[in-house]
C-alpha cells in the first residue's frame, strides 16, 4: 500500500513522500498534481525511487492535495444522520453543497474558531481525490477517475449554517476543512464501501459507523455530480458523515478552544486537529 504524504522537510522545502513506518521516503515531485498523470502501474516505481527514509517527527504534515478548484460534499448521506436531525427530509437522490478550498489545512494544524458565538462541529468523512478530467461519467465507470482516498472533516459553523442561512460561509471558514494525514492510491483501498469511520473529541468517541452505511455511494455520487459540473484533477469529493455530531447531542456540544478532535477512517489512518479560540 502506497501511503503519499505532502511534507515540509527541515530545510523548508514542500515535497511528496511515501510515509512507512514511522519513516518518509522523500520523492522527487513536490505537488501531488505531478503524480495524476503517470500510469498507476508506474507509481509503484515510485516507491523504488525514493531516497533514504527520516523519522516522520523531522517533517511537518501538510494537506495531501493542494488548491483543489472545488471541494463538493455529499449531504444526508448516512441514514443515522438522517435519523438524528428533526428537520432533515431524507434523500431520494445524492444532495451536495460545497466548502472553500481557502479553508483547507492540514494535519495537527489548529482549527480556529472564528468567534466566540461560532458553533463549530465535526464530521468524520471519507473523501476521494479526483485524478482525471471527467464529465458525465456513468456510476459504472466513476471509480476510473479516482486517484486515491484520505480523511475529511467537514468542520461547519452551525449557527451560520442553520441561523443565518450562509452555508457556504458556515462551512467555508479558515481551517474548517482539515484534510489528511495520507492520501492512498485508489487501487490499494480493498473496497471504499466497506470502511470503519469514527471521530474522537478529547479522546470520547462520538461517531462509529462504515461507509456501507452510505445511502449512495461513490460511483452513484460521482455519477450524479459528473452530470453538471466538471471534475478536474486535485478536485476533493467527500462522502457525507454518520450520525453522533455536536449539534444533535443532548443537549448539543460544540467544539471548544483547547479540544483536540480525531477522525479516522479504517485502511487511511487518523486526523488530528486541536482547537484554538481566534478573537
Same mark, same amino acid.
Given at each position: ?17 511515501? /510515509? ?46 493542494? *488548491? ?26 445524492? *444532495? ?8 483547507? #489545512? ?5 482549527? #480556529?474558531?472564528?468567534? /466566540? ?18 464529465? %458525465? ?18 468542520? *461547519? ?15 467555508? #471558514? ?26 474522537? #473529541?478529547?479522546?470520547?468517541?462520538? /461517531? ?35 450520525? %453522533?455530531? %455536536? ?22 489512518? /487518523? ?6 479560540? %481566534?478573537?
Amino acid at each position: 500500500m502506497l501511503r503519499l504524504v505532502k511534507v515540509i522537510t527541515p530545510d523548508g522545502q514542500t515535497i511528496i513522500g511515501i /510515509q512507512s513506518g514511522g519513516l518518509v521516503y522523500p520523492t522527487a515531485f513536490q505537488r501531488m498534481a505531478d503524480l495524476f498523470d503517470l500510469d498507476p502501474k508506474e507509481l509503484p516505481r515510485v516507491q523504488d525511487a525514493a531516497l533514504s527514509g527520516q523519522p516522520l517527527e523531522e517533517y511537518r504534515l501538510m494537506a495531501p492535495v493542494e *488548491s483543489p478548484s472545488k471541494v463538493l460534499c455529499g449531504g444526508i448521506n448516512y441514514r443515522s444522520h438522517k435519523d438524528e436531525n428533526p428537520k432533515a427530509v431524507f434523500p431520494t437522490r445524492p *444532495s451536495v453543497f460545497s466548502k472553500l478550498p481557502s479553508s483547507i #489545512v492540514g494535519p495537527g494544524h489548529p482549527i #480556529v474558531l472564528p468567534s /466566540q458565538d461560532c458553533q463549530a462541529d465535526y464530521e468524520v468523512e471519507l473523501a476521494l481525490v479526483i485524478g482525471r478530467k471527467v464529465k %458525465g461519467i456513468a456510476r459504472d465507470e466513476a471509480l476510473k477517475c479516482v486517484f486515491g482516498y484520505t480523511v475529511l472533516n467537514d468542520v *461547519s459553523d452551525r449557527k451560520m449554517q442553520f441561523d443565518l442561512q450562509h452555508e457556504t460561509l458556515g462551512k467555508g #471558514v479558515d481551517t474548517f476543512c482539515p484534510i489528511g494525514p495520507e492520501l492512498i492510491l485508489a487501487q490499494d483501498i480493498s473496497d471504499p464501501g466497506q470502511l470503519h469511520v469514527r471521530s474522537y #473529541v478529547n479522546g470520547e468517541m462520538r /461517531q462509529d459507523s462504515s461507509t456501507s452505511n452510505m445511502l449512495f455511494s461513490i460511483p452513484e455520487l460521482l455519477e450524479a455530480i459528473s452530470r453538471y459540473t466538471t471534475l478536474l484533477p486535485g478536485d476533493v469529493i467527500s462522502t457525507g458523515t454518520p450520525a %453522533g455530531v %455536536g449539534l444533535f447531542r443532548n443537549p448539543p456540544v460544540f467544539l471548544a478552544p483547547g479540544d483536540e478532535v480525531v477522525v479516522e477512517v479504517e485502511e487511511i489512518g /487518523q486526523l488530528v486537529n486541536p482547537v484554538v479560540a %481566534g478573537w
